[in-house]
């Protein structure tokens, strides 16, 4: 640990250097209230905090980091079609992305499943 406003201590520069918005802070403080007694407050408290102020202003965005390659054989379609997605399902002021769909398309490989199992790996009668 290099100093007090390292992103691993647990304090108010190494949070803020690790990316935790002023105003998560000040929902954690709003939420824990004041009080005189020692009490034990639960971590999830504060990754609570963070996670829905983070919700307001952060941008959906998708990435496959281990692809498989899925061709559609009833696909009727000549080449590619663009699908206009939001980039936050419940924000609209952020716009939509566009995203292309056509007879190859890209899934991650772990979301694959056959009736053999895993990419072909038997599955012992398992659904």
Same mark, same amino acid.
């Given at each position: 640990?290099?100093?007090?406003?390292?992103?691993?201590?647990?304090?108010?520069?190494?949070?803020?250097?690790?990316?935790?918005?002023?105003?998560?802070?000040?929902?954690?403080?709003?939420?824990?209230?004041?009080? @005189?007694?020692?009490?034990?407050?639960?971590?999830?408290?504060?990754?609570?905090?963070?996670?829905?102020?983070?919700?307001?202003?952060?941008?959906?965005?998708?990435?496959?980091?281990?692809?498989? @390659?899925?061709?559609? +054989?009833?696909?009727?379609?000549? +080449?590619?079609?663009?699908?206009?997605?939001?980039?936050?399902? @419940?924000?609209?002021?952020?716009?939509?992305?566009?995203?292309?769909?056509?007879?190859?398309?890209?899934?991650?490989?772990?979301?694959?499943?056959?009736?053999?199992?895993?990419?072909?790996?038997?599955?012992?009668?398992?659904?």
């Amino acid at each position: 640990v290099s100093g007090w406003d390292d992103p691993r201590m647990p304090t108010l520069s190494g949070m803020r250097r690790r990316g935790v918005p002023p105003s998560a802070l000040r929902l954690f403080c709003e939420r824990v209230g004041i009080s @005189k007694s020692d009490s034990n407050i639960d971590f999830g408290v504060l990754e609570d905090c963070v996670s829905e102020e983070m919700d307001k202003i952060s941008m959906r965005a998708f990435a496959i980091l281990n692809p498989l @390659k899925v061709t559609i +054989t009833n696909w009727q379609g000549s +080449t590619l079609e663009d699908f206009e997605v939001p980039r936050h399902p @419940k924000i609209e002021d952020m716009g939509d992305r566009t995203v292309p769909f056509g007879k190859n398309i890209y899934i991650e490989r772990s979301d694959f499943f056959d009736t053999e199992g895993p990419e072909g790996e038997a599955n012992g009668n398992r659904p």
